[in-house]
């Protein structure tokens, strides 16, 4: 599962509609409360266990994508 | 690169395997690619295997996660919809749930709800059928499609999602549910969950959550925003953690004890200011800690261990709530150890980040925790379970492995429909009534529950038996004519699922819930029911199978009366009619929330309220109370009399159905008739609202001299003057009315 998809499950989005430029900024529903479901959902997705500092610093998909890569993670592209 | 797909055109039909390849090489014409694999896989399908079939239909959906044009899509849609009883389910909904679908042509949700049909718990094709009913202005179907999304995939995400998108949705009718959530934590992530629990009910929630650690400030306030809500239910969360911050350490003993005395006063203090000016139920979580016992093993030798200090605490605290009104302890330790489904109950750094007490996957298992408490506020508990017998109450099938081959015993297999046997017992010990529905030789059937030596359950134990060939839903209408109850208040158990379809589909008010495969697992799918929950247990819940059989007793002397004046007149009936008063109020209440037939106005009065008019000089409850030579059958019917000047006006006139026929109606009537007379009042007035379910009421004040004149908002208002005489008391009813009554 790319992370793409994983934002738009959080947020209820389409797959083709979530970019790396998407972020806490441009979609509404990702809020304090959403960007914790995130969090949550991307661990389960990819079996990872994501720092504090991690969650903070994942406020877009290409810092999602970075803090991925930086904790081992790989998915199909 | 219309080339390299007419270079492929001329080669002949590909072996599958190379599909996934040859696919990747046309990334960049991905849509012709697709064109053309499609018409190779039409003409090949029939030799492909699933496997084959799955690969093919899983390079697609890496295609469609690239790029898949309109002309590519509509391509894969006509295939599955050519194909879609052969295809595999599951590719199928993968791939469907991730193409760019327009869910606003009809076609394209066909499409869907066929393949659906077929992997009816896939999340992602949910979602794509979510949005096709709210494109499409299907209310009702997207409020049942979010709750199905939301069961087949109930991680924060998704259920987070549902909530949001419903909110979007026209309300879906049904009751309404206003519902506080009060805690030291944040319990917002619950809401959803919660939300969630009342719309598979049928209820239409409105939650209210305290701002964050403000429970006590919001309780105790005198105008806060908690009153101004007003609930019908509160849950107080408060976590130990929080009152008791030094739990992280290891605290000395003496600090320990006098922490914990004062969180259990502080809770116990707010929740009897809570009920002091709300009438609502209130739930109290026990307490529980994220952290385990510093002393480590040793704590089970230590008189200051934490497990015992804890244990101590909650036996404090629900020995202090007891004492107060409509107050529950919810045991929330409990909740964890039971819990299905895994994870851990506790995230650290969900707790510290986000002041999470209760773990995102704790989260599903509360919301059902609440809402048995829910349920049953919302008088939406059934009376009856009825039960299959083969493969239900017993295993095996008793008509073909006989009395002998048949599971049923204190050993396994056999001791796990004991245990659900034992459990449908405890159910019938607080009222809630058994019945049988089976397909099956009478004899064969009724030679296991008499004298089969591991049945728990015995012949007495059901208010009504049905063993026969006949259809079932036939059989549950006539439990329900027998036992004088609705439909709507009958669950229905079985293990075979073709039973349960056509019970849904024949009776869909009758609750028929999904039964595991595995018997042992039947227990706890009855024990997580909300619709068998109950708040209060009355004399007469304790008592109903006694008087169910009673009632069998007295049609059988009907049959063998020769008019019915004579069989009322030796059934020996008794009376008594009084005023409601502390000790009668819970059941007072309790008719009036559950009774649907023979209900005049079917007003839903609220506890407080009643007991506020109990006392009230202006108004008068009656209760009344009868019994006959049979047994005693309770306080059964209530009327509630406002005694305006001039004319005395019934506002609720509330009976159970059991003792329908027998008078009891008109010896209330009658009293009511003569207080007035006393009193001076001209004429007594009867109000009447029709109800989809209260037919048996509908001639209550025509039979007895009353005339409509009138009446307005879908009440109708039935006068008798009092100058033509009182109600006639039946002849064949001792009535005994108490002073003051």
Same mark, same amino acid.
């Given at each position: ?77 | ?215 006590? %400030? ?85 008189? /200051? ?27 929330? %330790? ?189 227990? %706890? ?57 502390? /000790? ?158």
């Amino acid at each position: 599962m790319a992370p793409e998809a994983v934002v738009g499950k959080v947020f209820g989005l389409r797959q083709g509609d979530v970019h790396d430029g998407t972020s806490n900024r441009t979609v509404a529903a990702w809020d304090s409360l959403g960007h914790v479901t995130l969090v949550l959902e991307l661990e389960a997705a990819y079996g990872v266990a994501l720092s504090t500092s991690d969650a903070l610093e994942m406020t877009d998909v290409a810092a999602i994508k970075r803090v991925l890569q930086k904790r081992g993670v790989e998915w199909a592209r | 690169m219309p080339s390299a797909s007419s270079a492929l055109r001329t080669r002949k039909p590909t072996a599958p395997a190379r599909f996934s390849t040859l696919l990747r090489q046309l990334k960049d014409a991905v849509p012709e690619a697709v064109a053309w694999l499609l018409d190779e896989e039409a003409a090949a399908r029939a030799q492909w295997s699933a496997s084959e079939l799955t690969g093919l239909l899983q390079d697609l959906f890496t295609a469609a996660e690239g790029c898949l044009s309109d002309a590519g899509t509509s391509r894969v849609l006509d295939l599955v919809r050519r194909y879609s009883d052969v295809l595999p389910g599951r590719a199928t909904a993968d791939l469907l749930a991730t193409l760019p679908l327009d869910v606003t042509d009809a076609g394209v949700r066909d499409v869907v709800r066929r393949v659906l049909e077929r992997q009816p718990h896939h999340a992602g094709l949910l979602r794509v059928a979510c949005e096709g009913a709210i494109r499409s202005g299907d209310g009702a179907a997207a409020h049942d499609l979010l709750t199905r999304l939301a069961r087949a995939d109930d991680d924060l995400a998704t259920v987070r999602h549902v909530h949001r998108v419903r909110a979007t949705v026209p309300a879906a009718g049904g009751p309404t549910a206003r519902i506080a959530l009060l805690s030291s934590f944040t319990v917002d992530f619950l809401v959803p969950y919660v939300d969630l629990e009342c719309r598979a009910l049928g209820l239409t929630p409105q939650i209210y959550v305290t701002p964050f650690n403000s429970w006590t %400030q919001e309780v105790l306030a005198e105008a806060s925003e908690l009153r101004r809500f007003d609930p019908e239910i509160a849950f107080l969360a408060v976590s130990i953690d929080d009152l008791v911050p030094a739990l992280a350490g290891a605290p000395p003993a003496a600090d320990l004890e006098q922490a914990g005395d004062a969180a259990v006063e502080r809770v116990l203090s707010v929740a009897r200011a809570f009920t002091t000016w709300s009438g609502a139920v209130l739930v109290v979580h026990g307490f529980h800690s994220a952290y385990a016992d510093p002393l480590g093993v040793l704590g089970g030798r230590s008189p /200051s261990g934490r497990g015992r200090w804890l244990a101590e605490l909650n036996a404090r605290l629900s020995d202090g709530l007891r004492d107060l009104p409509r107050t529950f302890l919810l045991d929330v %330790q409990d909740v964890l150890v039971r819990r299905a489904g895994g994870g851990p109950h506790d995230n650290p750094k969900m707790r510290h980040y986000a002041s999470l007490r209760l773990g995102d996957r704790v989260l599903g298992e509360m919301a059902r925790c609440y809402a048995r408490y829910i349920a049953p506020l919302k008088g939406l508990t059934r009376k009856c379970v009825v039960v299959d017998l083969d493969n239900t109450l017993w295993g095996g099938v008793v008509g073909e492995d006989g009395p002998q081959g048949i599971q049923l015993g204190d050993t396994a297999p056999g001791v796990e429909y004991q245990d659900f046997q034992r459990y449908l017992a405890a159910l019938s010990a607080r009222g809630i009534l058994l019945a049988v529905n089976s397909k099956n030789n009478p004899d064969d059937a009724l030679e296991i529950i008499r004298s089969h030596e591991g049945m728990v359950l015995r012949e007495d134990a059901f208010s009504a038996v049905r063993v026969n060939w006949r259809p079932k839903p036939e059989n549950m209408v006539s439990i329900a004519e027998e036992l004088n109850i609705g439909l709507d208040a009958l669950v229905f158990l079985d293990d075979s699922p073709e039973e349960r379809a056509l019970m849904r589909e024949s009776l869909p008010q009758v609750l028929t819930p999904e039964l595991p495969t595995d018997p042992a697992l039947y227990r %706890q799918t009855v024990e997580a029911l909300p619709q068998l929950q109950t708040l209060v247990v009355t004399e007469t819940d304790r008592t109903r199978v006694e008087q169910y059989r009673a009632r069998r007793q007295r049609e059988q002397a009907r049959d063998g009366a020769a008019s019915l004046e004579e069989f009322l007149h030796s059934l020996e009936i008794t009376v008594e009619i009084a005023r409601a008063d502390d /000790s009668t109020l819970p059941r007072v209440h309790q008719l009036f929330q559950r009774t649907n037939q023979f209900n005049l106005t079917t007003r839903r009065h609220e506890l407080d309220q009643l007991a506020a008019w109990a006392r009230d000089p202006g108004w008068r409850l009656y209760t009344v109370r009868s019994r006959d030579r049979f047994g005693d059958h309770g306080l059964v019917a209530v009327g509630l009399v406002r005694l305006d000047r001039g004319a005395w006006v019934i506002d609720s006139f509330v009976m159970s159905c059991r003792v329908i026929s027998y008078g009891v109606e008109t010896a209330l009537l009658a009293t009511v008739c003569e207080a007035a007379a006393a009193a001076g009042a001209g004429a007594v007035i009867g109000e009447f609202v029709e109800t989809r379910k209260n037919l048996p009421a509908r001639d209550f004040y025509a039979r007895h001299g009353f005339t409509a004149d009138g009446g307005a908002d879908g009440v109708t208002r039935w006068t008798r003057s009092l100058a033509d005489g009182a109600v006639r008391r039946p002849p064949w009813v001792a009535l005994v009315v108490a002073d003051g009554a």
